[in-house]
């Protein structure tokens, strides 16, 4: 019970200080769950990311659905995935009864302007961390950019990018170690 606790109040500290979707908790998914308590790697959380970009649903329940799962069952599922969305569920509660009031004071369009730039910030250094551990050869930088390149230049959907590159990997590396299996 007391790992089920954990993973709830893990997740409701990711979700109550996380500004700005999926992507900015990145940074507290990372020192959270990787770090911290080591529930996972950094190459399982590219994994957890990379799969929520490709199933329906929002970057952070998938996320912590996923892990919750991987420690504790169907029940750190629950507790992970509750913990993640009940801050969201009160801020939003709480932000849709006083924003139509103050949205255009000069006080809130500052607030929210340095809440992007920090999220921005928050967002490029979880991008360092993580192409350190996801990009280690030359046909992983080369999948890497043309990735970058066909959604950001070309407006390509990711969730085509991530199929693409994960059939490019699963025959990139299937025709290497049939090769290796070879010479064995």
Do not use: C
């Not at 420690?71 to 993640?84: R, S």
């Not at 809130?108 to 250094?125: E, M």
């Not at 350190?132 to 959907?157: N, R, Y």
């Amino acid at each position: 019970m007391k790992d089920i606790f954990r993973l709830f109040i893990t997740f409701f500290k990711i979700g109550l200080f996380t500004f700005g979707g999926g992507y900015a908790m990145l940074p507290m998914f990372q020192k959270e769950l990787v770090e911290k308590y080591g529930w996972i790697t950094d190459e399982e959380l590219l994994d957890y990311f990379s799969i929520s970009q490709v199933t329906p649903g929002v970057i952070a329940v998938n996320t912590s659905t996923f892990v919750g799962s991987k420690v504790k069952g169907f029940a750190g599922a629950l507790a992970a995935l509750a913990g993640v969305i009940l801050p969201s569920l009160v801020i939003i509660t709480l932000i849709a009864s006083v924003l139509s009031k103050y949205a255009a004071s000069p006080a809130v369009t500052h607030a929210f302007n340095g809440i992007r730039a920090g999220v921005s910030a928050l967002i490029f250094a979880s991008i360092i961390k993580l192409w350190k551990a996801a990009v280690k050869s030359k046909i992983q930088l080369a999948v890497a950019l043309i990735s970058f390149l066909t959604v950001a230049v070309f407006g390509v959907s990711p969730v085509i990018v991530v199929a693409g590159a994960a059939l490019f990997g699963f025959f990139f590396y299937k025709g290497k170690f049939a090769k290796e299996g070879d010479s064995k």
